[in-house]
């Protein structure tokens, strides 16, 4: 079985889904055999690479309070919280991500096995420590951490590898029919969009798996 999964890595529905697709797998028969492909999509492109508090942008995107936009994170941490995620929502800083998902694609191309660990740990450094995962500086560590080269990872960053494959994985998110993330494909058979119940997660896997025995 194979789910392509587009995501953005400060989506906070990206974080709950992907866990949520995790502890389906747990309950899976024969899920010894599934490979997870991250593919890239960016819920603001246009984003600022010079970041600022989340609660802050989120305030003057809806005009409203600083403490309203905090109610309105209020939900989604609630919902995190009922799947084991400590958000720390007021700690969130916004940015461009168009380089962590290069990052993230070029690991995944070249150490496939460090892709799904160094994915949790950013999303629960962005969600849950409060930590930028934007630029080089911020992205540094989490390659440190993993045992990912520095000097290649420098390199890459520096460069322009992979831009094109992080605009052509949203175009095609579009194509199949996503508006947002997160969105998975089952076998390249059957979409779910959002952060579903594990249910839907149990009929998508079993529709493709009728699909593609």
Sequence with gaps: MRIDVWADLVCPWCFIGKRRLLRALEQFENNDDVTIVHR??????????????????????YGVTREQALDMMSEVTEVAAA?????????????????????????QDTQ?????????????GYFERGERIFTIEDLLPFAAKHGI???????????RDYLDRV?????????????GVPFFV???????????????????WEQAAVDHP
């Design 186 to 204: 089952f076998n390249e058979r059957v979409g779910l969009s959002g952060a579903q119940p594990i249910e839907a997660f149990h009929q998508a």
């Design 167 to 179: 605009n052509a994985e949203q175009a095609t998110a579009r194509e199949l029919g996503a508006s």
């Design 112 to 124: 496939p096995e460090l892709t799904q660990p160094l994915l949790a740990d950013l999303y629960s």
């Design 40 to 61: 890239a999509f960016q819920l603001d492109p246009s984003a600022s690479t010079r970041s600022e508090p989340a609660v802050d942008h989120l305030a003057a995107k």
């Design 149 to 159: 080269n520095d000097d290649a990872t420098t390199q890459l960053l520096e460069g």
């Design 83 to 107: 799947e084991g995620l400590d958000y720390r929502l007021d700690q969130t800083m916004t940015g461009n991500t168009r380089d962590v998902h290069r990052f993230v694609l070029w690991v």
